[in-house]
């Protein structure tokens, strides 16, 4: 079976490939225009076009069409008194003192925001019937404003959606793609349900048009299947549906990723770091990666489950100025790949993060890229020298400025997925990707106490091969609102209803339902609480509540099991296996060698108090294999990224490739932590 992973990126887009014989990667220029022709590019490249059974695609087409606010033309319809919601939202500012703050404007604008004329209780009672009159005078209203796809948002329809359901019919059946929020979130509180359910609505056409005209490209035996937010894959037809749940399908990729590397390798608790052009994304992982049920795309809330993943605006293309106290900032705005930074000679007149590694001898000139681009020193060190004049510095103590300024802002942004979570990031690893990750990550650690640094194989595809490491998933959620104290009849019509909605769904898709997990999880609160805590439910209520506790314990310093707690809502993840799986590193001893440097460059580093220009060997990726010894000061340079190892760092790699990294002086010894026997 010949399986793909394809992650499709600004500027190239990943290919991994896994067809029996072992793994292949390959990188395309990507095709914004048509995303699909830098896919069909790639597969006839890799000579896969004709053997294609399987790709997963991890698509930034619903995240680009929000963001850059090409969606469908979209309505919305709701209950009569309620067409507001969208505008008034929770009143939350996000810049508490700016008072000239402009928030952006709705998806939706007030004239497209139609309100029908019916009413549900709490308990899911009608007290308003549907006025169907109502919806066939919205249809109208709606045609005639040219509008494409439709949210329908009620009070109260996760409850009984009945009145949902009749009012997406007479829609369909005039034409118009629908989302219905009881389809797309139905859970409590009205803004968030109808905020995912109005970006559903506004990105699903655009998500859906680009997979049907994939689908059709594709050979006819190949399946296609897309990243998901959670960390898990759902069918093409599913994602077109529900394209809300794809938005943060590429960075998810990339978390998956790093888990199966630290899985190979030996290690459970690590904290995966992707730092690409533009931005840093960052993941705790402790055995699978931390979630959370809701998110903010932009300014707008999205109620679906999602990892919980933290983005800075850092990134190797970032650029260093001066705010107006004098400071020497960095980011988050970027030179992008074009012009992109000053080294790149493409006219880029702004000193960046790269311009700042080229000085400082991090990234070599004619290593760059696999020698395939050549880099502008002379250019870089211009840039540079006019931050060192401003701040009356030399040029690499100006450069390694810019480095620490940047390192900061990766530092705060680990610091909020571990820190603020309750977790020490002395415990865990740190698995460093995408294109500027393996340059800072030694760098970073140090910061941080974290004492063991991970580099993948192929950093700059590690997300394609994530794509392949994911597992198919559903999810599916149900508000109850019960008190935890006692099991509820309930409880159990409720298991039983969402057991039975996954088993239809994946008869439907032709899912072999033998090889399904299923896992249930509760939302939990305290009585008189706002939020919750999603914790495991097994078959005893009063060990979830046990576990509620801990959580509380664990992230806000206190639990008191004399409040009564509330069950708010009741979840069902399905999971089936991955297209791979990644098998840890053999246990048998490496026999270890010290590989010969192809060369040695000088390269300048700093101790904290100073900095100096050291001799520095330079190694290519592909000549270390598993047993090869490495100590700092040392780069390794391959085609997608730079590897910086620090002076007082040292490095083995282990038997998948991976380079195992850690600080002089830590207690446990290398060899066996590139085994996973240390931590």
Not at 178 to 206: F, I
Not at 549 to 563: M, R, T, V
Request: one cysteine or more.
């Amino acid at each position: 079976m010949v399986r793909v992973g394809v992650d499709t990126g600004g500027t190239f887009t990943d290919f991994v490939v896994i067809d029996g014989e072992g793994v292949r990667i390959h990188k395309e220029p990507s095709t914004p225009r048509d995303p699909a022709q830098a896919i069909v590019t790639g597969l006839r490249a890799l000579g896969v076009w004709d053997r294609l059974e399987r790709l997963i695609h991890g698509t930034t087409v619903a995240t680009n069409a929000f963001l850059e606010r090409k969606g469908a033309r979209t309505g919305l319809l709701t209950t009569a008194g309620f067409r507001d919601v969208l505008e008034i939202g929770r009143q939350n500012r996000p810049r508490l003192y700016d008072l000239r703050q402009v928030r952006e404007p709705p998806l939706v604008p007030r004239q497209w925001r139609l309100e029908v004329r019916e009413r549900l209780d709490p308990q899911g009672e009608i007290v308003v019937p549907l006025h169907d009159e109502d919806v066939e005078a919205a249809i109208e209203v709606f045609r005639a404003a040219g509008i494409e796809s439709v949210a329908v948002s009620f009070l109260f329809s996760f409850v009984n959606p009945e009145h949902e359901r009749r009012a997406a019919s007479l829609l369909r059946e005039a034409g118009f793609a629908v989302s219905a929020s009881h389809e797309v979130s139905p859970e409590y509180r009205e803004y968030e349900r109808t905020s995912t359910t109005v970006v559903n609505a506004y990105v699903s056409p655009v998500m859906g048009q680009y997979l049907k005209t994939l689908a059709e490209t594709l050979p006819g035996r190949a399946s296609l299947w897309i990243m998901q937010s959670n960390g898990g894959t759902i069918g093409a037809e599913v994602a077109a549906r529900q394209a809300v749940r794809t938005l943060l399908s590429g960075p998810a990729a990339g978390v998956i990723g790093a888990r199966a590397i630290a899985r190979a390798a030996g290690f459970r608790r690590v904290i995966s770091f992707d730092m690409g052009g533009t931005s840093t994304d960052v993941c705790l992982i402790d055995g699978e990666p931390r979630e959370r049920t809701e998110g903010r795309i932009g300014e707008l809330p999205v109620r679906i489950p999602m990892l919980d993943i933290h983005t800075v605006g850092a990134g190797g293309g970032s650029i260093a100025w001066f705010d107006e106290g004098g400071a020497l900032r960095v980011g988050p705005r970027s030179a992008g790949a074009d012009p992109g930074p000053a080294a790149y000679g493409r006219g880029g007149d702004e000193p960046t993060v790269t311009d700042a590694a080229v000085v400082l001898g991090w990234l070599l000139p004619d290593a760059f890229l696999g020698g395939t681009m050549r880099l502008d020193a002379e250019r870089a060190r211009e840039v540079i020298w006019r931050v060192a004049r401003r701040l009356g510095r030399s040029l690499e103590e100006a450069a390694l400025g810019i480095v620490e300024v940047a390192e900061a802002n990766m530092e705060r942004a680990i610091r909020v997925v571990s820190v603020e979570r309750g977790e020490d990031p002395r415990e865990y690893g740190l698995v460093a990707f995408g294109g500027a990750g393996p340059m800072v990550a030694c760098a970073l650690a140090s910061k941080l106490h974290i004492p063991i640094v991970l580099i993948p194989h192929h950093p700059g595809t590690l997300s394609a091969l994530g794509l392949l490491t994911a597992p198919s998933t559903r999810d599916y959620v149900r508000t109850v609102m019960l008190p935890a104290n006692r099991t509820h009849p309930t409880l159990e019509t409720v298991v039983a209803d969402l057991t039975a909605a996954a088993i239809h769904d994946l008869a439907e898709e032709g899912l072999v339902l033998t090889e399904a997990t299923f896992q249930f999880a509760l939302d939990l609160r305290y009585s008189g609480q706002s939020y919750e805590l999603t914790v495991p439910f097994t078959d005893s209520l009063s060990d979830a509540v046990q576990r509620f506790h801990q959580a509380h314990e664990q992230l806000y310093g206190y639990a008191d099991p004399a409040i009564p707690v509330t069950i708010v809502n009741i979840r069902l993840r399905v999971t089936l296996p991955p297209a791979i799986e990644m098998e840890a590193s053999q246990r048998d001893a490496l026999t270890l060698w010290e590989p010969e440097p192809l060369e040695m460059r000088h390269a300048a580093f700093s101790d904290g108090t100073r900095w100096s220009l050291l001799a520095t060997p330079r190694f290519e990726r592909a000549q270390l294999m598993p047993g090869a010894i490495l100590s700092g000061p040392a780069l390794v340079t391959q085609y997608d990224t730079t590897t910086v190892i620090p002076p007082d760092w040292r490095g083995i790699v282990d038997a998948t490739g991976t380079i195992v990294l850690q600080r002089h002086g830590e207690p446990n010894d290398i060899v066996k932590l590139a085994y996973g026997r240390g931590r």
